[in-house]
């Protein structure tokens, strides 16, 4: 990255008691039990407003798609509305303490997936709004959608509680844990899937237990081989991405020969290109794969309407199969309220958040500017379609086996902040005591109804036709 997310450029040189003071000096400006505020000023822009700025740069005729997934919940509306918390968490109190942030901190943003030494781990996996930024921030985000889903699940409100609770003082003592350690041990901290059920797992109800298994094992049959298995099918002999609009759409059936023609041209040059983003002997493996097909793909709620491609390469022979997916990458929805971060392009921020706070990453992860793409130059960022992952079901869970989660999510969140920014400096502003983990209960509760205002407002904006839903 072309610099480091902490406090200012001097900390990291700082001695431990120096940035311990730093840490607590925080709470004269930002009190641990004021992190519980949150009202709407009368100037809070229009949720709608905000979700619409967002669709003027996106596929025109994917955007009533994303509308549609947004207005099925209040979960799936706050997983898709990002930019609006974004303004929502630039008027709570700050601590001034920075590390690098994903920026999209909800619940389903941590899954398992795999090592490049063939491990599972449990990580944070999506990185689009990622920058520096107030490391509260991400905390308030996965707090908020555990009261989100908590509801959904028609938990009660001192269920609820005690799931944020063990989420935020999680977090807490991971990084207090994290701070008494050395840079290096911090730099190498993993959480494979034995880890996760030594801490997290095995004390659970067996209920959760058997969810946990299930999920291993199926995280491991989604690879590259399972998705070239489902998405593609023979024609003339010959293996190519099989149609599932409005899903996923072949160039073939989406553009006129001389259209598709241009944008083919134009993503190979891309993924020939996004190979000098590798290190040497990642951009070796890639090019001894041949690129044979490609389509368009739909992808989240948040995301539906970015340019998002998937690329079907192959190896040795035609049952040698790599499925690459290249995503547009935007300005982050945090940019307005904590500055760009200073990166050449945005597919270079998303990777280099990526790479700092995950403690292992897809080999195939990288970045490229593109050409000509929709009639401007577009940022991407690529990775592996599929590489095990796993993803939590969280309508399903009870609430002990939400508690256990939420704790997983908040030590995985600790040692990602704790790898980018001042964990000394956090963990001595959180201390020992429980203030801020009690603050966020009520910073949850608060946040989650101004979420479930902001989904009825969507819901009206489609009912009285100001914008246009479909279902896929």
């Not at 509308?67 to 509305?81: L, V």
């Not at 509801?151 to 269920?159: C, I, P, Q």
Request: include cysteine.
């Amino acid at each position: 990255m072309n610099s480091l997310p902490t406090a200012d450029s001097g900390t990291r040189h700082r001695t431990p008691r120096e940035r311990a003071a730093l840490g607590k000096d925080a709470r004269s400006r930002a009190p641990r039990s004021s992190h519980a505020e949150f009202a709407p000023t009368a100037r809070r822009p229009d949720p709608v407003d905000v979700i619409e700025a967002q669709s003027a740069t996106r596929v025109p005729e994917l955007v009533p798609i994303r509308y549609g997934r947004m207005t099925e919940s209040p979960f799936r509306f706050y997983r898709g509305a990002a930019a609006v918390m974004a303004g929502d968490l630039a008027g709570t109190p700050r601590t001034g303490i920075r590390t690098q942030l994903c920026g999209d901190a909800h619940l389903l943003n941590f899954r398992l997936l795999a090592s490049p030494e063939r491990r599972l781990m449990f990580d944070i996996n999506d990185f689009d709004e990622t920058l520096p930024g107030p490391w509260e921030w991400d905390v308030k985000r996965l707090a908020a959608s555990f009261v989100v889903v908590g509801r959904a699940n028609g938990f009660s409100t001192a269920e609820r509680a005690g799931v944020v609770r063990a989420t935020v003082r999680s977090y807490r003592e991971w990084m207090r844990h994290f701070a008494e350690m050395g840079n290096l041990p911090v730099w190498y901290a993993q959480f494979d899937e034995n880890w996760v059920w030594t801490h997290f797992i095995q004390d659970v109800d067996a209920r959760a237990r058997d969810r946990w298994t299930r999920s291993v094992r199926k995280a491991r049959t989604r690879d590259s081989l399972q998705a070239f298995g489902k998405l593609t099918h023979l024609v003339d002999g010959k293996a190519r991405i099989a149609a599932g609009p409005p899903l996923i759409t072949p160039f073939a059936d989406l553009l006129a020969d001389v259209e598709r023609g241009v944008l083919e041209k134009q993503i190979r040059r891309m993924i020939e290109r996004y190979g000098q983003s590798l290190q040497p002997d990642r951009r070796f493996l890639l090019e001894q794969y041949r690129l044979v097909d490609m389509a368009r793909k739909v992808v989240g709620v948040g995301s539906v309407g970015t340019r998002c491609w998937i690329v079907l390469l192959l190896g040795r022979d035609d049952k040698d199969p790599l499925l690459l997916q290249a995503k547009e990458a935007g300005e982050s929805v945090l940019a307005p309220f904590v500055g760009s971060g200073g990166h050449r392009t945005q597919g270079e921020r998303v990777i280099s958040g990526h790479r700092l706070m995950q403690a292992t990453s897809d080999i195939f992860l990288g970045w490229e500017r593109a050409d000509g793409i929709d009639g401007r130059r577009r940022d991407f960022y690529i990775r592996q379609l599929r590489d095990w992952k796993g993803i939590a079901e969280p309508g399903t869970m009870v609430p002990t086996g939400m508690r256990a989660f939420g704790e997983l999510c908040g030590a995985t969140l600790a040692r990602a902040h704790a790898r980018s920014g001042d964990r000394i400096a956090i963990a001595a502003y959180l201390g020992a005591g429980d203030v801020f983990d009690r603050a966020l209960v009520a910073f949850a509760e608060r946040y989650a109804d101004q979420n479930e205002r902001d989904h009825q407002a969507l819901v009206d904006a489609v009912r009285t036709g100001r914008v246009t839903a479909e279902t896929a």
